[in-house]
């Protein structure tokens, strides 16, 4: 699935000159869910990923699995975001104030609706931000 999301953005990634990293554990195991809705999901934050970084995107995707859950995390070296701002990025048209020095557009829904999906899954999402450095999103949904 992840594998035929980032196929479909093959264009806006090439856009960009993005380095894309791909580990994918061959998963086995089967989730309950919906399978439009995650690939929804993966396509929001890897749009995230290349918006938010300047120049030439580098973005990992990792996943792995354990006896009880997958995990899903995507990686970017991006603008990165403080403490104080990921709190808030899940809710509703809540966009990171960036002034003029990244003309990127978005409504500020796209993680709502991520973290609705999630949510729905029984899964969690989690964030982990350096202003500057990059974030890593993870999703955990039960197998
Ligand atoms: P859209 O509705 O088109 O997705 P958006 O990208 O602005 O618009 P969200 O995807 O919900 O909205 O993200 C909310 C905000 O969180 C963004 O405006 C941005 O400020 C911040 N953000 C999201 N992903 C990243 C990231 N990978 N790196 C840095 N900031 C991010
Ligand atoms: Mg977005």
């Known amino acids: 699935l992840i594998a035929a999301v980032v196929d479909s953005m093959s264009l806006q990634l090439q856009k960009r000159?993005?380095?894309?990293?791909?580990?994918?554990?061959?998963?086995?195991?089967e989730l309950e869910g919906d399978e439009l809705h995650l690939s929804n999901?993966?396509?929001?934050?890897?749009?995230?990923a290349i918006k938010y970084s300047v120049n030439e995107p580098k973005i990992t995707i990792e996943t792995a699995s354990s006896f009880s859950h997958i995990n899903i995390k995507i990686t970017d070296e991006g603008i990165g975001m403080t403490r104080e701002q990921t709190k808030r990025i899940f809710d509703q048209f809540y966009r990171v104030p960036?002034?003029?020095?990244?003309?990127?557009?978005?409504?500020?829904?796209?993680?709502?609706?991520v973290q609705d999906i999630i949510t729905q899954m029984h899964g969690k999402i989690k964030v982990?931000?350096?202003?500057?450095?990059?974030?890593?999103?993870?999703?955990?949904?039960?197998?």
């Open 128 to 143: 982990n931000s350096e202003k500057d450095k990059g974030t890593t999103f993870e999703i955990i949904l039960p197998i």
């Open 98 to 113: 960036t002034g003029n020095l990244h003309n990127v557009k978005g409504f500020g829904l796209g993680l709502n609706y």
């Open 41 to 48: 999901v993966i396509y929001n934050l890897i749009d995230n």
């Open 17 to 29: 000159d993005t380095q894309l990293t791909l580990h994918l554990d061959a998963i086995t195991d």
